[in-house]
């Protein structure tokens, strides 16, 4: 495959022109129209591609050639980290960006109590789940929109954007109404509807990765949502299956320095999920700032052991909020920092 | 959890009386509402029900405390396999089904001589994916509706009925209209909105294990499934994800005991997905018959070296029509059959 | 590498003559002298090796490039199928070999109570573990030299003869004085030590596969044996660790058939430690017949519920000689058959 | 399992009391003496056992009843983190050991300069393979004793306490003589013979983790050592096979945390083998420090693309060099610190 990637001013003609083109001798096209600019994958055998007679094409700006099998995911592709800003903050820069909250909306007081007790204690964004994928049919399936209106309230009152999860393709346009980061949880890692629903949507998304997934897989499904050009993407390790038993998950460490290697998209630890008992998070968590995750999402709830789901791995505000200090001290050993949540009027 | 089985003439009015004794004490109510008989799973702590006093009730037929996660689809719930007709055969019984066919509908001329030959070899029902679950967004993803019409017109010419996959819930309605058995594939298996849609729909439901679910996870799935009163449920081991290398996959032989001994619903061997390679499929199929499965799910196409998906574990026709004979001794051996796939006049 | 197999009667001149020419090419020798034949392996680039005029060397039979990391244990250096006796029964050729016993000696009478029983129901071989390894140092750890000679002394009575595990390379003399098979451990796969000892042995080996080994890596270990001129090895599927709780272990019946593509040497399924729970026994035992197992070998106990180790996954007698039957059903129905243990006068 | 401590001045008939005591109540013993103080293990139903008689018998310190299959090797057991002295160091305590060097000895001058250049840029213990466990018996096996000398004259010559891997419980004394620390490698975590013999040679012991071992079990494998009345006993991780194909290994993060909940030992983190690919050591090397690892262990190489063995996973010297920098940075955030590694007159 080659990736050509048009000029900003490109016009409609010019587009039109290299697609002919490659049509004409026997590829397929894949087009990506993002906000800034176009790109055209051409797909087929590279070999017979000429990529000097395509460089010299009206409207191109550069022709690459990508060899992994992501491709608009690949440094190959874009050299330089991808940032972007999320309210205040800028995720992918020098700065860790902090998710916190608890892992469902149970009730208005409870995501407001929480949202200010991580506001309070540095967190940047509200994490908190409306529809919740439960392996039982039985389980609290979340509060559904009521539980959206609940975190648009706390985002009211705290100034922190939200991050929720949404789970099937229809609900799409309902959760981006509300939330500014969608997620997609391990479960939906590969459906494919979803991803592209999320690519349309153009909203940031926070990509879980799956339970068993190989990094290369996880990179393929953010290829799926960047080639519908939402180039807004961050991928979210949250532990994956092995055989150990003291922890729900095995948080993958190594796949830090593996993705900073492999993409240019941000990388986000998990390490509620990652270790499935709140008091590894600690550890885990310093762990990945120290090597080089741009940001963290975090479980906290005031009550854990009354949590409606995953109390086993929340955290209480207080030891969340000494936790945020730890990350500061290990942010700026390794050359980042921990930006100051600014106090919102009450 | 307490299961009430209501009698068959039960009266609506029987139910809400169920239903309203059990609200007033404070449990939730998960209603099931089947063809032929209600069920109301009584959901609450379970120590505090007074099972007899629900057992006398009018309308009442039976109720089963189940101690699994999984209720509707355990062995305390329905101690008698379950046993469901499609088309000529019935899967659950005592003899082996064969499905068969190839990964991707192709062509119409592909579609239909793979059927012709699947039939002659011995084949029940044909396998054919037309909307393809694929790692990345630039593979073939399949013809949609168009392979569906293939299917039909094959199923029309050889009597076989098809199976095909179903990937998201809006399209359960178009898929259902051409297919005799909707499969879930292995990364949709936790996809709730698809379980709920396919649940809703009624069709019979091959259910493929997650690449990397607990048995207990996937028949909690299968529960979504059955809790929407969709009773005919097949389940289909197709391989787990394991550190070895010489298979794609590492087909779980001992999940086929244990889900006869866990589940009533039928179990199903997906030797193709479950070895990767078409020289080991031959060995697996067989044990998988010896081990007590009551059907397969076969890979076949006439020139695998071409096929756009999956050629590397696809059996020629000459191949699987002796593996056809090779199940039949084998099934034999364990007191089954392989049944007559019966002429249909051309 | 080159394989360099020497003539059966070629003198201490010529096999000199190759080592001598090889190392003055700068290679490295592994030399194997087994009772019939020698094998000199001519270790370095293969792309300067003149086969050719190795070929021509006086006492060589024929030069054999192997490819893959293991050498003598390849179909490459080997294409037909090992096979050797153990007692009256071959290994490796059409007949199914059972071997059965319990998990420990633990006593006199039990080994004697159990290895009758065993015999009456049709086993050819008995097993049973002298010395055990545990995972706790605190944990009953066999009873050593004494259950040796309650072994001798069951073959003794019964005529079959005895496999027990070694643990250490200072040990293989002793156990290789009572014993007819010497088994190597899961635990033990990659104990160079040991696999050395029981490669200078000349005794029969039964290779258990790693827990979470490779099947590369197990022939690898094979090769460790071979290279010592034992060629009479077995390897011993015995389940490897994933993440599926129901069962002890997963049972990889794909290994069976890439092992009979890959190597020459008999392959023997261990259903007892494959799936960790007597009732699910039965069915992968089948299973791995069907798929081509050259013999089986399983933990029976009279009073599983008293056994010192792994009762949970012991059958009892009566159920070992029903799936005696069963086996040799399914083994016929592949083209095999199940050998009459003959009666041994009392 | 009571664990019976005896007072440091306990007299051999004090002992002996105890021991009669228990047997005759028909309980096993175990007996570990340590240089130290002697611990009896009274090993059996714990529910007849009289605690407070127990604790009133002569030369009694304390008894304590051990849940977890592990016992010496429990924090129930043994509250306070071990720690004990290599060198002029003390691992275990707020300094973050650095254990460095390559995987082999290549040569005399090999292992001089690497000794040096590790020395320099900070490392205060000298690794280095004599003896290797090599998948392949045609792969070099190490320099044997030979390696251990020019081991030891790099000792002499940078003052750097040395460890190297024992393989064989025959080679522990020869191993020991040379070496200050036994390593455990990864495939003999279980080999219990070895386990028995550096128990019993009172030297400092690294266990590293099985590469599917729960953690459950790697802490039943330090008890066996412990068992022997070695308390000197370091938990090293360095990676599980997973089935993610990026990386060599996964390397555990999860586990530090766990193991300094569940016991008092020093736990080291090896990041070669955990990622086995230098650009993702410093990330993972980094990360283990912050997560509370007690020491490091890393392959360093002068010229990793000539390495005999794991060069694709070592660090130059300069990168070592400013990895030191980095981890000193990262303990000081997290209140530990790494030591000066002192000059030695050339």
Redesign the interface.
């Known amino acids: 495959?080659m990736i050509v990637v048009m000029q900003p001013n490109a016009s409609m003609q010019e587009k039109s022109g290299i697609i002919s083109w490659a049509e004409d001798l026997g590829f397929?096209i894949?087009l990506s129209t993002g906000s800034e600019r176009t790109i055209i994958?051409v797909?087929g055998d590279d070999r017979v591609i000429n990529r000097e007679q395509l460089e010299r094409m009206s409207g191109v700006e550069r022709v690459v050639p990508v060899l992994k099998?992501f491709?608009i995911a690949s440094r190959e592709f874009k050299p330089n980290d991808t940032q972007f800003s999320i309210g205040n903050h800028v995720i992918g820069g020098k700065d860790l960006i902090i998710m916190a909250g608890p892992c469902s909306v149970e009730s208005r007081s409870q995501i407001l109590e929480t949202a200010h007790a991580c506001k309070e204690a540095g967190a940047h964004i509200l994490r908190g789940g409306a529809f919740k994928?439960?392996?039982?049919?039985?389980s609290f399936q979340g509060m559904g929109e009521e539980g959206l209106k609940y975190l648009a309230e706390a985002r009211e009152q705290t100034g922190m954007p939200i991050i929720t999860e949404v789970?099937?393709?229809?609900l799409v346009p309902l959760v981006a109404e509300y939330a500014d980061i969608l997620q997609i949880g391990a479960?939906?890692m590969?459906?494919?509807?979803l991803l592209h629903a999320v690519g349309e949507s153009q909203h940031p998304v926070l990509l879980k990765r799956g339970?068993?997934s190989?990094?290369?897989?996880w990179l393929?499904?953010a290829?799926?949502i960047l080639?519908h050009g939402n180039t807004r993407v961050m991928m979210c390790e949250r532990g994956?299956?092995?055989?150990?038993?003291?922890?729900r998950n095995?948080?993958?460490?190594?796949?830090?320095?593996?993705l900073?290697?492999?993409t240019h998209l941000p990388v986000i630890a998990d390490p509620s999920h990652?270790?499935g008992k709140w008091?590894?998070v600690?550890?885990?968590t310093?762990?990945?700032?120290?090597?080089?995750a741009d940001g963290v999402i975090l479980e906290v709830h005031p009550r854990p052991e009354e949590a409606m789901s995953d109390g086993r791995q929340s955290l209480k505000p207080e030891r969340f909020a000494q936790l945020v200090r730890?990350m500061k001290?290990?942010a700026?050993?390794?050359g980042r920092d921990v930006p100051v949540a600014e106090r919102v009027p009450a």
Chains 1, 2, 3, 4 share one sequence.
């Open positions: 495959m397929k894949h994958g797909i099998p491709k994928p439960r392996s039982s049919p039985y789970m099937e393709p229809s479960r939906n590969q459906n494919y509807a339970m068993s190989l990094i290369e897989e393929m499904s290829e799926y080639s994956i299956r092995t055989f150990e038993r003291y922890t095995t948080f993958d460490i190594n796949a830090i320095p593996v900073k290697q492999l990652g270790t008091e590894y600690e550890s885990v310093k762990a990945s700032v120290a090597a080089g730890d001290a290990i700026q050993a390794v």
